[in-house]
């Protein structure tokens, strides 16, 4: 049969605070018929296999009139994001029917994916597709856009590398941070991490070998705790939180350190309210190079050594990785919600139909 199912999730309205998911998110069942779906040149249709929930989305859903690097997304019209999927109709000379491919595209069961929402995230074909030595979720993440991110912010800012110097990355346990975490000790320095619940701090140290982490959450003196684990000072941070934490950061930081701004996750939720950053002076008196991070800027650049290297470390096992996987689409706002409540180990995933 031609027709299939194809349920939607649909961004209902913008949140002032965190995100919940009946509110923030509506599910649209309906159907598709594969043979009525005209493809313009260059167009796939793909069958979504998993899907991606990250950070970033929670900044799309802001006023239109807020300008930044992603646009805002419109109330009404179907979510997006990165996804694993299989194509079964093409207009496009690269790919054929049954490639397996990573790319950006609707959270809905098929899709069709075009040149104009890329967003500049190529699709890019899977090698050995449905016979992949890594698992697919692979590509979403350590794989994907969280390793680039990781790789190009360390290689971007942060040279030249000195081993022994003291990283620290916050949200050590996330999606990025884990992958910052191992790939900094591969290069030779001292690692530090924080995650918000002792068992993801036990993960850091006894799994994935960081020299030593805290539980912020435990730890309301944040100047105190980072003495404590970073008695030689700081050298690079890898900064995915913000707020409280990056003003206790520039007071340990070492002269001449670097600090990549990946992300800001204490206040995605506070969009009209931001923690103000008392301590911002210090980047004068001891020269810290302070730089934002947006990974799409860098995937022509370290793209494809960053896939060549980190295929090579998974396949040794230099490299461990924790994905959450909830199952079904249905479960895709329950999986939005529950990131920003701290639930997810590493990579939020939603594995939507099997190959």
């Known amino acids: 049969m031609s027709t299939k199912q194809n349920t939607q999730i649909i961004f209902k309205e913008i949140s002032e605070g965190f995100p919940e998911a009946t509110s923030t998110f509506e599910i649209r069942n309906g159907t598709i018929d594969l043979e009525d779906v005209v ?138 941070g884990q992958v910052v975490g191992q790939y900094a000790k591969i290069l030779g320095f001292r690692v530090v991490g924080s995650a918000r619940d002792d068992e993801k701090v036990d993960y850091l140290v006894n799994d994935l070998g960081f020299d030593a982490a805290f539980n912020y959450k435990k730890n309301e003196d944040l100047d105190a705790i980072l003495k404590q684990t970073c008695p030689d000072g700081i050298d690079i941070y890898f900064e995915n939180v913000g707020g409280r934490l990056l003003d206790a950061v520039l007071q340990n930081c070492n002269t001449f350190a670097r600090i990549v701004v990946c992300g800001m996750f204490s206040q995605l939720n506070r969009p009209s309210n931001h923690e103000p950053i008392y301590n911002l002076a210090m980047v004068i008196g001891k020269r810290i190079r302070l730089e934002g991070l947006v990974v799409t800027d860098e995937i022509a650049r370290y793209g494809a050594e960053f896939t060549e290297t980190f295929t090579k470390f998974l396949t040794e096992g230099k490299i461990k990785y924790n994905d959450t996987i909830y199952n079904g689409i249905e479960t895709l706002p329950e999986a939005f919600e529950g990131l920003f409540q701290g639930k997810n180990f590493g990579k939020t995933i939603v594995k939507i139909a099997d190959i």
């Open 39 to 176: 493809l313009k040149t260059d167009e796939v249709l793909v069958r979504t296999l998993y899907a991606s929930v990250d950070p970033y989305m929670r900044f799309r859903m802001r006023d239109a009139s807020i300008k930044s690097y992603f646009q805002a997304l419109i109330p009404g019209e179907v979510m997006a994001g990165t996804t694993v999927s299989e194509i079964v109709k093409t207009n496009n000379e690269k790919f054929v029917e049954g490639d397996v491919v990573v790319g950006f595209s609707k959270w809905e069961e098929y899709s069709v994916i075009s040149p104009d929402i890329s967003f500049g995230r190529t699709l890019k074909k899977i090698p050995n597709g449905k016979d992949s030595a890594l698992p697919l979720p692979c590509f979403l993440g350590v794989l994907g856009t969280p390793g680039l991110t990781a790789y190009s912010g360390l290689h971007k800012i942060c040279e030249p590398f000195i081993p022994g110097q003291t990283l620290y990355v916050s949200a050590a346990a996330s999606a990025v």
